[in-house]
């Protein structure tokens, strides 16, 4: 039993040894002459302004999420589809299942409104959001 962690060991090993050799002889061998145009951030062809730690509005990261969640799902569909005759009924249950669970997470982010790119319902508006929950309740 240990010997199989004894190879796991030797592998890592092994891998961090050639990073590490890839590297130093990288070091040795590339030229080293950095300017002030070299060093800059490069932005399309555009000069850099301002600071790089701008914060970016939550929507972009919940779309982005969302994507990525079908997206790797989907990637799941494409060995089911070659190996679907071997699976028989049992594999085409369980994918049903997996797409059941899926349509319903679909359902959940759909009807909690987070596909929308701009939310108009607001709970409890207050200040200038005040009209906005109004106009809601009216249309409701």
């Known amino acids: 039993m240990y010997r199989d962690f004894g190879t796991i060991f030797l592998f890592l090993l092994l891998g961090i040894l050639l990073i590490a050799l890839i590297l130093w002889i990288q070091r040795l061998v590339a030229p080293s002459n950095p300017t002030a145009d070299k060093l800059t951030t490069y932005e399309c062809g555009e000069e850099a302004e301002g600071s790089a730690w701008v914060q970016f509005n939550i929507r972009f990261y919940v779309i982005a999420l969302i994507f990525l969640i079908f997206d ?59 009209k906005l929950s109004a106009l809601d309740d009216e249309a409701v």
């Open 72 to 130: 790797v799902e989907v990637v799941f569909l494409y060995p089911w589809a070659v190996v679907f005759h071997q699976l028989g009924w049992f594999g085409f249950v369980e994918m049903a299942v997996f797409l059941a669970i899926l349509i319903l997470g679909l359902a959940y982010v759909w009807r909690k409104a987070d596909l929308d790119w701009v939310k108009l319902r607001v709970k409890y508006g207050a200040g200038r959001y005040r």
